[in-house]
């Protein structure tokens, strides 16, 4: 198991402390909330520190919907989506990769299934785009 880097409460992660973290992933952390600003300007990002988990997540959020969640560690971020069951068709129809595919439609006992993206290429953003696109479909 991957070892969490933003666990204390008193540190803020503000781009300083997040970019230490990414190393050479900045480049599409900025890459990503790049297409983030642009596309959806109404977009809200809420960094918290949650106490049960011992982490500083993110949180973003439209029309105080949460669209998506995000983690940082040590040379990578990771994003994940909630999705209902009604995604079930979109997800499976999607150019998404196989394996996050899988994720979703093997988790289909669950009322509420996540998808997690590693982010540590460009490449990368492309699915998050995807995901980001099918979730705001059902909006």
Same mark, same amino acid.
């Given at each position: 198991?991957?070892?969490?880097?933003?666990?204390?409460?008193?540190?803020?992660?503000?781009?300083?402390?997040?970019?230490?973290?990414l190393?050479?992933?900045?480049?599409?952390?900025?890459?990503?909330?790049?297409?983030?600003?642009?596309?959806?300007?109404? $977009?809200? &990002?809420n960094?918290k520190?949650?106490?049960? *988990?011992?982490?500083?997540? %993110?949180?973003? +959020?439209?029309?105080k919907? /949460?669209?998506?969640?995000?983690?940082?560690?040590?040379?990578?971020?990771?994003?994940t989506?909630?999705?209902?069951?009604?995604?079930?068709?979109?997800?499976?129809g999607?150019?998404?990769?196989?394996?996050?595919?899988?994720? $979703?439609? &093997?988790?289909s006992?669950?009322?509420?299934? *996540?998808?997690?993206?590693? %982010?540590?290429? +460009?490449k990368?953003?492309? /699915?998050?785009?995807e995901?980001?696109?099918?979730?705001?479909?059902?909006?």
């Open positions: 198991m991957v070892k969490p880097v933003l666990v204390d409460p008193n540190i803020y992660p503000t781009d300083d402390v997040l970019f230490s973290h190393g050479k992933v900045k480049s599409v952390y900025l890459s990503l909330f790049d297409y983030i600003r642009t596309t959806y300007p109404d $977009f809200v &990002e960094w520190y949650y106490h049960d *988990g011992k982490n500083w997540l %993110l949180n973003v +959020t439209r029309k919907k /949460i669209l998506f969640w995000l983690s940082v560690n040590d040379g990578f971020f990771r994003t989506f909630y999705l209902s069951s009604m995604f079930e068709q979109n997800i499976a999607s150019h998404l990769p196989e394996e996050l595919k899988r994720q $979703f439609l &093997e988790s006992e669950k009322k509420i299934r *996540g998808i997690t993206i590693v %982010l540590t290429k +460009t990368d953003v492309d /699915i998050f785009k995901l980001c696109s099918i979730k705001l479909s059902k909006n």
